[in-house]
């Protein structure tokens, strides 16, 4: 999956987005954009079937809502994943330190995992 993500000259990226996930990754995107994660290249770190991914910064929230879920996009902005979101420790691939995303709110990457 890291190489996957890592494709293309641009970095992978993590959309945070309100609404119902789509049902599959070649669904068009649903809800509000709140926020675009960049992630560094290698986008992760690989271990025992899981990669972690390691964000380039912080994001800023273009939008104010709740966030939900995120999309995975790679370095030439395929869509790769879709996943949820939660708290720290909610148990969602992706976990922020609050779900209620205000505009112009700082949006550090707490931690992204995927299993493969």
């Given amino acids: 999956m890291r190489d996957s993500l890592d494709v293309g000259t641009s970095n992978a ?7 119902a996930k789509p049902a599959a990754v070649t669904d068009a995107a649903t809800g509000t954009l709140l926020a ?6 290698p986008c992760g770190t690989l271990s025992a079937a899981v990669l972690t991914l390691i964000a ?3 994001a ?6 709740t966030a ?17 979101v939660s708290v720290i420790g909610g148990g969602a691939e992706v976990q922020l330190t609050t ?3 205000e505009f112009g709110m700082v949006i550090p990457l707490v931690s992204a995992t995927l299993s493969y």
């Avoid at 800023?60 to 809502?65: D, F, L, S």
Wanted: hydrophobic share 45%; glycine share 12%.
């Fill in 13 to 19: 990226t993590i959309e945070i987005r309100t609404g």
């Fill in 36 to 41: 675009t994660l960049i992630l560094d290249k």
């Fill in 56 to 58: 380039n910064g912080d």
């Fill in 60 to 65: 800023v929230a273009v939008a104010t809502g």
């Fill in 68 to 84: 939900e879920w995120a999309r995975w996009a790679d370095g030439n902005g395929a869509v790769r994943a879709d996943s949820d």
């Fill in 99 to 101: 779900l209620s995303i």
